[in-house]
């Protein structure tokens, strides 16, 4: 078997899974599937004996068919809730003038690229039931990997500028509304997205096809990161890029909404009972569902490359990685779910263009505090943007952050 050096270098990049390092030449010369299966490591977990010759067998994945039968049903199920519901926020966004606040052209945003990764998905997938051979072509390999990435640099940086928007409104609200225009957080959003292609740039050559000399290109071509990526650092250095895009933002999350609940914790005692303890909640939730599904992700990435090549290690981490993807997806599509429930606003836009009658006026929602009636949906209150004056005379916001 190749030095832990060797299997420790064979990292891949995101979702292309890190698969058991197999000599080729040697499986090549194997004589029967005893041979065969001393170089799995753990790794072929299923094998048959109809194959013609050990090459045929290269096919094989790292998972045990019940793990990619489940993960499969659970990426499909979340790929339909994915897609659908980030659809209907940009339609919603776009259709109702009342909806296309500064804060909804951020979700549409990360809708969008939300849309973008689900498209990634049906190849991660085909990667986990065959990952060699790839058969899609270097071009593909390289423009999956960028988009995914991209649109992964792309989400957080919307969410903490979501975050400071959200920082401005509570602290300086008169302040915000002068500085917070439509026209100005346009042309952020574009800044945001060109950062985040550019950052994701290198990917294109961290990844691409390769396959092992002296075999057939046909029989065990790999989308994988390149032995250049690999020899030259650039492997190492994307990792680090990738951590900081997830850690700094966590630490400006943690200290913004900090800061953010102090400041409505110290309101009045009336208008904490029915703004306060509901805003604190749904910014916790918020904070924690984004750290919840990436925090497994840079974890199982930081012992895929700190590991020594022990087959065991090996074999956990590749488990890791099945739920750090399942994860990744998950965040893709939580946001709907989480404005549908946080936002009676949302739900009432939603029920009228899925042909509910709605409880709110046409021309301006959260005006009456209920929310659309229908079939199983249920009357739920609206907590209304309002600004209060205080005894020193500055102004203060009372509204439900991430409201849409």
Known sequence: MESSNEVTDSLQWRLVFDQTDIPIKEIANATDLKDFSKYCSGGCHHFTTNSSSPLDLLSFHPFSFPALYGITAICALLFII?????????????????MRTTTNLYLSSMALSDIFIFLCMPFDLYKMWRYRPWNFGDLLCKFTQFLSEACTYSTILHITALSVERYLAVFFPLRAKVIITRTKIKILILILWTLALSSAGPVFV???????????????????CTSYAVTSGLLNTMAWVSSLYFFVPVCCLSIL??????????????????????????????????????????????????????????????????????????????????????????????????????????????SRKESCSGPGVAR???????????????????STPFSV
């Open 206 to 224: 961290l990844v691409g096809v390769e396959y092992e000399n002296g075999t057939d290109p046909a029989d065990t071509s790999e989308c994988k």
């Open 257 to 366: 909404y900090g800061l953010i609940g102090r400041k409505l914790w110290k309101r009045k005692k009336n208008y904490r009972d029915k703004n306060n303890t509901q805003t604190v909640k749904m910014l916790a939730v918020i904070v924690l569902a984004f750290v919840l599904c990436w925090l497994p992700f840079h974890v199982g990435r930081n012992l895929l490359s700190l590991s020594l090549g022990t087959s065991e290690m090996h074999l956990i981490t590749q488990y890791f990685s099945l739920v750090s993807c399942v994860l990744f997806y998950l965040s893709a599509a939580i946001n709907p779910i989480l404005y549908n429930i946080m936002s009676a606003r949302y739900r009432d836009a939603a029920c009228k263009m899925l042909g509910f009658r709605s409880a709110l006026p046409q021309s301006h929602f959260g």
């Open 82 to 98: 994915g897609v659908a519901g980030n659809i209907m926020t940009i339609l919603i966004i776009s259709r109702f003038k009342g």
């Open 380 to 398: 739920i209150p609206i907590v209304p943007l309002q600004l209060h004056k205080q005894q020193d005379g500055t102004a203060e916001i009372h």
